[in-house]
Structures are given as structure tokens and as C-alpha cells.
């Protein structure tokens, strides 16, 4: 069974149940329907529907109705479809100009290993909403001062990955690299941009690299597949996946960006600008 399948919601299963079943069924039927639903195999194919599809992909409240994890999925599957329909993926060479590359079918490979879409997916919901925490800084003999720090903040995260040690340091590294590839993924267009093209303070730093947030994503995934923790997550395979096919990994990302979030990202992913 998908992991992410355990992150929907009772509002996802009715939601699916009801755009799926066609108005004029009646209400047994959607019923025995939602029934069905509880088998994995069942939803997984329930989920192509291209009627769910165009009901996330055009209505802007969709948030109200169901889970980011319900929404991530329903887009990242119709950004794979068309991967592998058009057998190439365009790669971002400056602010304003793509180039096709016919890397598709390897794209494809890559994620019909479920543990990889359901990362990303986690990964997309991940940068929905902010989480802030305080630490203590020392700045002298018995002197403290609090500081309080984001999980967005790719320079803070990257960094400290570097200074402290296990269990910390896997989590660390791990973000860094999460914010890396959603970046390169989400924001492409943004890297090759001046910061005062875009808000994001706390992404200015890592935007301004450009190509080189990339290598960097790779060694950080590089790292944190290797620690002990990955593996007691059973998180060890997909990283390693990810430091070895970041390029690749980034393109269902673009695609989906490009085509269905498009402005909506700006909103959707609003405390980036904060």
C-alpha cells in the first residue's frame, strides 16, 4: 500500500467518491463506491481519473475540501502522465529560456518506484506551512539569546547540518536538501533571477547559486542517505535515489509547477515571502 494513501483524509475518500461517481448514480452506488476505495489497488487506479484531475487542477477552493497531501498526488501523477506521453522534459538554461531534453522515459523509471512519489508528494505538503523554532545561541560566558529560525531557511539548515552531530545532523541535511530540489523544482525559473526579482527572503541566498543549488541538493541527499537514522526511517533507498538522480527528480516538479500551480504557487506556498 502507498504511504501517502494513509495521509488522506475522510474528506478526501468523500471527495473522490463524489467527483468520481457520475451526479445521476444514486446514492447506493456512490456508496459501494467509497467501499471500494479501501482497497489500495482500487484507488490507485481511481486516482487517473481525469474527471479528479480537472476538479483539483480549476478550482481555486480546493483546499477547503480536501487534504494537500490528496491535492500533491492528483498533480503529480498528471505531470508523470505527460512526461511520459511527450518523452521530453524542458530544462531551465536562463531566466527566460528552456531547452528540451529527452530524458522522459528515465523520468518515468525513476517514479514508478512509489517510496519516490510519495517523498515528493510528502515533500510538496512539507512547504505548505511553515514551522518556526527557538533556539539558544551563545554569545558569551553564561550569555544566551534566542533566536528564532525557519525550516525554510536553506543557508541556516545547510550550515548547521555541518556543526552538529547525530541524531540533529541527519535532520538537518535532510531539509537542506528538501528545500533544495523543491527550489530547483518549484522556483526554477527563480535561480538564474536577481534576488529583488523575487520575495522570498529566506530563499534569496540559495536562489542567487543558480545551477550550483543543485550539486549542492545532491551532496546533501548524498549525506543524509548515508546516516544511521535514514536507515532506521527506511529513508536510506530514496535518498540515495534523490543524490543520484536530483536532475531527474526536479523534472515532475517542473511540470507541475509550470502547468498547474503556475501563479497559484505564489499563494499556495505564501509564508516562503514572509
Request: glycine share 2%; charged share 30%.
Amino acid at each position: 500500500m502507498r504511504r501517502i494513501f494513509e495521509k488522506f483524509t475522510p474528506e478526501d475518500y468523500r471527495f473522490i467518491s463524489e467527483v468520481v461517481s457520475a451526479s445521476k448514480e444514486k446514492e447506493s452506488q456512490k456508496t459501494a463506491l467509497s467501499s471500494l476505495l479501501n482497497d489500495p489497488d482500487v484507488l490507485n487506479v481511481v486516482l487517473d481519473n481525469q474527471n479528479l484531475f480537472q476538479r483539483v487542477a480549476l478550482d481555486d477552493t480546493i483546499f477547503v475540501r480536501i487534504s494537500p497531501y490528496l491535492y500533491f498526488e492528483i498533480l503529480l501523477r498528471q505531470s508523470l502522465r505527460d512526461i511520459q506521453r511527450e518523452f521530453y522534459t524542458l530544462e531551465q538554461v536562463g531566466y527566460k529560456t528552456r531547452v528540451p531534453v529527452f530524458d522522459g522515459q528515465k523520468v518515468v523509471e525513476i517514479f514508478s518506484q512509489d517510496m519516490i512519489k510519495d517523498y515528493l508528494v510528502e515533500l510538496l505538503v512539507s512547504f505548505v506551512r511553515v514551522e518556526n523554532f527557538t533556539i539558544l545561541i551563545r554569545r558569551g560566558r553564561g550569555i544566551y539569546f534566542k533566536q528564532t529560525i525557519s525550516n525554510m531557511d536553506f543557508d541556516f539548515m545547510s550550515e548547521t547540518s555541518q556543526k552538529v552531530e547525530e541524531p540533529y545532523r541527519f535532520l538537518f541535511v535532510k531539509r537542506a536538501a528538501d528545500i533544495a530540489l523543491f527550489l530547483c523544482g518549484v522556483f526554477s525559473e527563480q535561480l538564474f533571477a536577481t534576488s529583488s526579482n523575487f520575495k522570498a527572503r529566506r530563499m534569496a541566498k540559495a536562489l542567487s547559486r543558480g545551477e550550483e543549488l543543485e550539486k549542492y541538493g545532491q551532496e546533501l541527499y548524498r549525506q543524509a542517505c548515508n546516516s544511521e537514522l535514514a536507515r532506521e526511517y527506511q529513508l536510506d533507498t530514496v535518498l540515495q535515489c534523490l543524490a543520484e538522480h536530483f536532475s531527474l527528480s526536479k523534472k515532475p516538479l517542473n511540470v507541475l509547477s509550470d502547468r498547474y500551480l503556475c501563479f497559484k504557487k505564489y499563494n499556495l506556498f505564501d509564508n516562503l515571502f514572509n
